[in-house]
């Protein structure tokens, strides 16, 4: 009799289960789009094998919307660049109705960075589809993506690309000279401002654009033709203003924020972290140093080297950047500058060289949320005093 009882009362209680589920299913699994995107294990591979330009990143980010409209978001910025395109935002959330820590990710403000916008949608693409990356990176953050903060600087030395190097200063000047060559390196965008006493040299460099300490690393103003033009006041060029308005309305939104930017010089790559434009140190740079390491050590480079980390002001104070800015007005506690070897106008045909930069910096990218989800032991359980990551 009271084993009877028992059974009843057992099959009552699963049966209630059971209907509980039926008509209140998970929300994460009902809401985050997981059941209906399509899940593949790509392995090492790369997709995006050519150096994108912007209508390619364009084309993919509007594929990744039309696939997957419940958890891709693409955004457009304003205002528009001086040759008229627009930087896109590509936006990932796992679950609607939930916000989750967000990481921002930017790229390609230099326009020598060309592998910077495929490392950024191979990411993008690696979250959304990659069943290996999916858990833990794409469920428990929303990604903030700038796949090409200067798709005009891009868009020029990419048209140039099969002519001769001159070099920058003598390119800008030499008439005569110009239309036959390239400049050797240009970091800048394409900017034309009003003023006509020196129409010849153009182009602001947008990493030095921003209204943090600006121009606090020179004693006077850069002229226009170099490289590290600043701009003739903060947020002049169109590039720094659109990701300004982009970056202040998510605002603590997000907690981690990364740059992706290159090192042009062989075997000299770098995890940074500010301030940029002085010695000083932030109130958390032991954090920061810490995770910088845990990133390192995680995503040790193809010849066996370890990215060298440290605050970005040892190397050379830069004032007016992006990185400054996120840390000191946006106020992002965690602002990184990643440094993977770029060669200045690669090979086109041979793609080598972008596979390389590509792995290099979504690996660096992921092992810097490592070095976070560690430093916060988001995900680690302790074993006998073993820290156990999972
Ligand atoms: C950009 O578009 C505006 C209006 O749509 C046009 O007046 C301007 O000439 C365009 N600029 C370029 C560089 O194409
Ligand atoms: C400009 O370039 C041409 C050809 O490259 C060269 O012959 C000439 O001397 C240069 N002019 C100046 C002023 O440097
Ligand atoms: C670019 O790479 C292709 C294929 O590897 C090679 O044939 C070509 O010579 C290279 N071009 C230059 C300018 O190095």
């Not at 209907?19 to 997709?47: C, H, Q, W």
């Not at 981690?256 to 075997?267: M, N, R, T």
Request: a positive charge.
């Amino acid at each position: 009799m009271l084993l009877q009882i028992k059974v009843y009362l057992i099959a009552t209680s699963y049966f209630l289960g059971a209907l509980f589920m039926i008509l209140f299913p998970p929300r994460n699994y009902e809401l985050s789009g997981a059941k209906i995107r399509t899940v593949r294990s790509a392995g090492d591979g790369v997709k995006y094998k050519q150096y994108a330009n912007h209508k390619i990143v364009a084309t993919v980010a509007e594929r990744f919307g039309r696939h997957d409209p419940e958890v891709v978001n693409v955004v457009q910025l304003v205002p528009l660049t001086t040759g008229n395109r627009s930087i896109l935002a590509v936006e990932l959330r796992s679950d609607r109705q939930s916000r989750k820590p967000g990481i921002l990710i930017i790229g390609a403000l230099d326009a020598m960075s060309w592998g910077a916008p495929n490392a950024i949608l191979e990411l993008a693409d690696k979250l959304l589809y990659d069943a290996s990356y999916q858990t833990p990176f794409f469920n428990d953050y929303d990604w903030y993506l700038i796949p090409m903060g200067n798709p005009d600087g891009i868009h020029f030395t990419q048209s140039l690309r099969s002519l001769p190097p001159l070099d920058p200063y003598e390119w800008a000047r030499n008439d005569t000279a110009r239309p036959r060559t390239r400049p050797s390196a240009w970091h800048k965008n394409i900017d034309k401002e009003s003023e006509t006493k020196n129409p010849v040299c153009f182009g602001t460099n947008i990493n030095r654009n921003f209204a943090y300490h600006w121009q606090d690393d020179v004693h006077k103003a850069p002229p226009k033709c170099c490289q590290y033009y600043p701009g003739s006041k903060p947020f002049s060029s169109a590039e720094a203003k659109a990701i300004r308005k982009y970056v202040d309305k998510l605002g603590d939104v997000i907690s981690l924020a990364i740059h992706l930017h290159a090192s042009f010089v062989p075997k000299k790559e770098y995890i940074l972290y500010p301030w940029r434009y002085s010695l000083r140190q932030t109130s958390n740079s032991r954090t920061l140093q810490e995770i910088g390491e845990y990133a390192a050590r995680q995503a040790r480079l193809p010849d066996g080297r370890i990215y060298e980390v440290h605050q970005s002001s040892s190397d050379e104070r830069v004032a007016g950047t992006l990185s400054d800015y996120l840390s000191g007005v946006v106020g992002i506690d965690l602002v990184f500058l990643i440094k993977p070897y770029h060669a200045l106008y690669p090979n086109e045909t041979d793609n080598s060289e972008l596979v390389v930069y590509v792995k290099k910096a979504v690996s660096t990218i992921l092992s810097v949320v490592r070095g976070w989800r560690s430093s916060t032991k988001q995900n680690t359980l302790s074993f006998f005093g073993i820290d156990v990551e999972f």
